[in-house]
Structure formats: structure tokens, C-alpha cells
């Protein structure tokens, strides 16, 4: 029950050959047999981290080893002796007849009393986790456990490795790309960079492999890199495919998009037909006016606040695709029981955070 469930936990493994060689995020943990002590670190911990059976273990980067302290070990084993011995009178029902009523009492509370310390001692004992290091192995030390913490091993050691950072359940874009492509590399394959991270210590731990997809997706949405999908380039657009297959590239390697061929001369209208007048554009592009040769599009539109996600994704995207300079601006008009508390705390917060230039601001 302590075990936990938040990753796939092995109890007191014997050998390599007991955890398998999965891309799962793996505990083992090991017996009193194996516990640390001053003196020495146990042989157990460095043979799974680098063998899965006969062979070598291929995703390194998913298993962790959790170990017992000798000292708290020792503690922790008297107090279930004592423990068990409280329960053995207490199960003993002719001498529990022949007590007091007052030691029928102290009977009847001691194993529930020293049950409920046994939690606490337990995840004081298992405290020496080792993971795989480029070189050899390393120690972590998980130090004392909040007194009455209602949280299990894996619990314990997940929440550990995700303050010091080195398991993430998020990573940015930019980091990644960072991580995944050496310098001089322009691209890679997107199983290589999910078995990277799974493979090699010298990497964040990923929570799970979604983890570095929705990375990927992300970073492929706003710009960072672009993916290469059989003959269609992605690039500053939503990922409407399995990305598995794919090829993340860097956007200064991208290829040129094409470039617009200039439309033909219009044919001369029937005579007679009116001929509307047509004006130059004038609304600027980004902060300078329209560039000769460059088209202009102007949209107004009324749409369900529901539907913002599908108009970024639906018309801002294939713009930005093209390399149009986009400015925008928002109309936004509520009504409903709204507060003075939710415009200043959370409204104009969020557009100072977001740096918005504000045109017009007022609550009626």
C-alpha cells in the first residue's frame, strides 16, 4: 500500500533480470538486504541501472532505484516488533480476560496507536534513490519526510525528482530544441528525440513521452522549429497529424517559401459595365504601410467567444503562414453581473502581463 502507483513500482527486485528494459517510468525498490549505510552503497542499485537480464539496459533514463537507510531501517523494525507484539495480547483473547479493565484499554489502543507511526518511519527509511549518471550512477538523498505526510514512495520520489527539476512534466520549446539537436545538427527525427530522452541521463526525466510530443506541438505552433511530414512542411500552424513519423527541423533550415507570382493583368470589362473605384491600401502592416507589390486584407467579424481557438487557428494561421504581418485589434464588449474585483484583478492584470496596448478600458 505505501508502494504507490505513481509510476510502475517494483518491490525488492533480485536481479536485472526482474525490471524489464520499458520505456515506463520505473521505481525499484529494495530490500533491508540492500540498505545504505555509511560504509557502502549497495552493488544491486549500479546492476539494474546498467543491465535489464544479459543485456544492457537501452532506456537508462526511465528507472530509478529507491533504497532503505540501515539506521532507520533498524528503527523502523523494532517499532513493528513492538507492534506486533501489542497485537499478539491484544488477539489473545484468555489473557486479554484475566487484565484490568483499565490495561484492557491500553491493550486494545497500543497497535493502533504505534500503526499510525509506522507510515512516517517508512518513508523515513526509504531515502537513498539512485539514478543513471553519463559515468556511473548517483545518489540522491530525499531527506526527512514531513511528519504525518499522507504520501506514498513513488509519490515521495516523484514529487522529489520534479524539485530538483530533473523530472518534468513540461518542457518549453525552446529547451528542447536546445537539448534534442547538437549544435551544427538542422534536424531529427521525432522517435529519435522522444528515445533521447528516454535513454540518456544526461536529460530531464520526462513524465511521460506526451511530454515531449506536446513540446514538439508547441513549438511547432508558434514558430520555434518546423516539422517535415513526408513533402508537407509545418511551421507556425496547429499539427493536425500523428508526429511520430515526422522529421523536427530547425526553422533556419527550413526551405524558402514560394514566392507569390504577381497576378496577370485584368481583362479589359464589357463595355458598359460599371466599373468600381477602387482605392489604394492604406492600413498599415505591422508598424509601416503597405509595401508596393504586397496585398492588404482587412476583416471585421463577429464571432461565439467559444470559437477564439478556432479563428487563431483557422485564418490567423494560414496568414502567418504566408509571412503576413498580422495587427491586431480586439472589440470586446461583456455584459453580465461583472465586478469592479474581476476587471482590476484579473482583467487589466492579465493585459499588463500580456503588455497589450489599450485603446479604450471602461466599465459602465
Known sequence: RMAGREMEVRLWPAAPADIPDSRALKLAVLGPEHAVSSRSRPALAR???????????????????????????SSLKGLVKRYLAWRSVRDDKALMRGLSEENRRT???KPKEIEGSIGDRLLSAYRHLARAAEEDIEWLDLGLPTVGAKITLAARVREYLKSEDILVERISPEALLAKALAEGETEKPVREIVDAFLRYPHLPIPASEEVIRQAIREGVRRGVFGLRAGDEIYHHQELP???????????????????????????????GAEIPPVAAPTWPIGEGRAVAGERVYRLRVQLPWDKMSDFIRGVIG???QDGAELRIIVELEASGPITEQTIQLKVREALQQMQAKVEQDKLY
Not at 51 to 69: E, I, M
Not at 263 to 269: G, H, Y
Open 47 to 73: 546492476e539494474l541501472l546498467a543491465k535489464s537480464g544479459t543485456t544492457f539496459r537501452v532506456y537508462r533514463n526511465t528507472l530509478l532505484v529507491l533504497a532503505p537507510d540501515e539506521g532507520e531501517w
Open 107 to 109: 491493550v486494545e489502543s
Open 241 to 271: 497529424l500523428d508526429i511520430e513519423e515526422a522529421v523536427l527541423v530547425r526553422k533556419e533550415a527550413l526551405p524558402p517559401k514560394e514566392t507569390a507570382v504577381e497576378p496577370q493583368e485584368a481583362a479589359e470589362p464589357e463595355r
Open 318 to 320: 494560414p496568414l502567418r
